[in-house]
T-cell receptor, first 112, second 118 residues
Framework: QKEVEQDPGPLSVPEGAIVSLNCTYSNSAFQYFMWYRQYSRKGPELLMYTYSSGNKEDGRFTAQVDKSSKYISLFIRDSQPSDSATYLCAMSGADSWGKFQFGAGTQVVVTP | NAGVMQNPRHLVRRRGQEARLRCSPMKGHSHVYWYRQLPEEGLKFMVYLQKENIIDESGMPKERFSAEFPKEGPSILRIQQVVRGDSAAYFC????????????????FGEGSRLTVL
């Protein structure tokens, strides 16, 4: 069993819809939770960073962490065609920051 | 302010040859991480280096792979006697600190070096 599970998709949504992404994990030591966006043949770029449990909102993006269920989510409101990319969740423990465990990534396609 | 610079962006090698991938971290960053991304898979941690020191190489294959980050110059990931299974995208990331990257949690990634082994 992988430490971080993420549905690879593809997830296709119409423009303006809410995109819902999630990851589950098995390591209770994880404290830092990140969402990265990766366009084709580019490097990952950080979208959201959350420490421990809770919600965090930034513009159209909302990240949620539920440590009791070992489940994290990313929501993208009012999706745009430019949001079409692969979204990677990543997490690490307190003593291993930078040594991230990544999910396999979910490919999202937003159709005009 | 240049980001993390990786070169070459694309590298083709025949089986048995050596591959050298270079990474220049962002200015002022002294912590470098190498990750590998195989097709249809997420990024896998390989090694964490500071200047002249390997801090954590727990993700590096035991043979043929080595990494360095000299006092001067870029970090180098070296793969000797490449095999087809080494074909992947190799990403370098840098951070100014060893923990929580200036409080934002950000690890800055380069554009990657794509290795193809024929």
């Amino acid at each position: 069993q992988k430490e971080v599970e993420q549905d690879p998709g593809p997830l296709s949504v119409p423009e303006g819809a809410i995109v819902s992404l999630n990851c589950t994990y098995s390591n209770s030591a994880f404290q830092y939770f990140m969402w990265y966006r990766q366009y084709s043949r580019k490097g990952p770029e950080l979208l959201m960073y959350t420490y421990s449990s809770g919600n965090k909102e930034d513009g159209r993006f909302t990240a949620q962490v539920d440590k009791s269920s070992k489940y994290i989510s990313l929501f993208i409101r009012d999706s745009q065609p430019s949001d079409s990319a692969t979204y990677l969740c990543a997490m690490s423990g307190a003593d291993s920051w930078g040594k991230f465990q990544f999910g396999a990534g979910t490919q999202v396609v937003v159709t005009p | 302010n240049a980001g993390v610079m990786q070169n070459p962006r694309h590298l083709v090698r025949r089986r048995g040859q050596e591959a050298r991938l270079r990474c220049s971290p962002m200015k002022g960053h002294s912590h470098v991480y190498w990750y590998r991304q195989l097709p249809e898979e997420g990024l896998k941690f390989m090694v964490y280096l500071q200047k002249e020191n390997i801090i954590d190489e727990s993700g590096m294959p035991k043979e043929r792979f080595s990494a360095e980050f000299p006092k001067e110059g870029p970090s180098i990931l070296r793969i000797q006697q490449v095999v087809r299974g080494d074909s992947a995208a190799y990403f370098c990331a840098s951070s100014p600190f060893s923990g929580q990257g200036a409080g934002t949690g950000e690890l800055f990634f380069g554009e990657g070096s794509r290795l193809t082994v024929l």
